[in-house]
């Protein structure tokens, strides 16, 4: 389905840009009968994150809002505390790094020993870190209202974005209400949760009304990350992973997946949702050939 580019995307704070540039870039191919033609394609580039004079990690990313996603990427990992005092946070773009500098000297050293990676796609993130403290979190107990999650779902799916442009990417949108707030895609899931992640920290945003939409999978990394942001609530359009389910159960996080017009499902947190609205009045989605979200 094609999508109006000029929609009006006032009512977010940040919204996909597919036509920036250095995001995409035009490839020439062959079709199924041999006749050429050129597509859009994502662009991939290596960002380099460096917390104070120790050079953390090389993600693979699309290039925006690196600073986002530097900041994000260390607060997921606990290498950046909340007490924490952030003095800078610097991006070289020839060099495509950034460096997050800190008042005092964190404990890296004994993060970067631990090597064992998640499921997520690119780089992943270190798995021993992000369970580190995963029993003190304590989730408000935020109910959902059913009619906001159809109103979500309606609303991402028909904004104008790197994924109907180009597809091969993943999309996080920071929500409140019904009102879709921040927009970030990458081609690593846990790379555009780590940008809404690294702006929610830099703005001081309460995660406790929130509510996190992804297009990707709700494996265990999704969940804990969404914890950790102190968000009660995370929706997808895909599926689940039983540990995933089971985390979610344990820090009492409502887990929402397969929402696709008016059908979802529910594994963690049903007693939390204000059915609102009758299914049988919200429009189904129809059935199209468009692209899928990758893995």
């Known amino acids: 389905m094609q999508l109006a580019q000029n929609q009006d995307l006032s009512d977010f704070l940040i919204a996909p840009d597919p036509a920036a540039d250095r995001l995409t870039q035009a490839v020439r191919g062959t079709d199924q009968n041999g006749v050429e033609t050129d597509i859009r394609v994502v662009e991939e580039r290596p960002l380099t994150i460096y917390l104070n004079r120790q050079e953390i990690v090389t993600a693979m990313t699309i290039g925006d809002y690196p600073k986002y996603l530097a900041l994000g990427f260390l607060r997921n990992q606990q290498m950046l505390r909340l007490g924490d005092e952030i003095t800078g ?50 989730l408000p107990q935020t109910p959902v209202t059913t009619s906001a999650l159809y109103a979500l779902s309606a609303r991402i799916n028909r ?35 780590d940008k809404i992640a690294g702006w929610m920290l830099s703005e001081g945003v309460n995660g406790a009304d929130k509510i996190l939409y992804t297009t990707g999978r709700l494996t265990s990394e999704m969940v804990i990350k969404t914890a950790m942001m102190g968000i009660p609530v995370l929706v997808s359009r895909s599926g689940f992973t039983a540990w995933g389910v089971e985390i979610a159960r344990q820090v009492g996080l409502t887990l929402i997946g397969r929402l696709k017009g008016r059908r979802f499902i529910c594994l963690s947190g049903a007693e939390r949702l204000v059915r609102d609205v009758d299914p049988e009045t919200v429009a189904d989605e129809p059935k199209r050939s468009g692209r899928k979200a990758t893995s």
């Open 159 to 193: 904004t104008p974005s790197l994924y109907l442009t180009a597809g091969a990417i993943h999309g996080t949108v920071l929500c409140q209400g019904q009102r879709a707030l921040v927009y970030m895609e990458d081609v690593g899931r846990h790379n555009a949760v």
């Open 89 to 138: 946070v610097d991006y070289d773009e020839e060099l495509e790094t950034v460096v997050v500098r800190t008042a005092v000297e964190t404990d890296f050293e004994d993060k970067m020993r631990r090597k064992t990676r998640t499921s997520g796609c690119a780089v992943g993130t270190v798995f021993g870190d992000m369970m580190e403290g995963l029993d003190q979190v304590h």
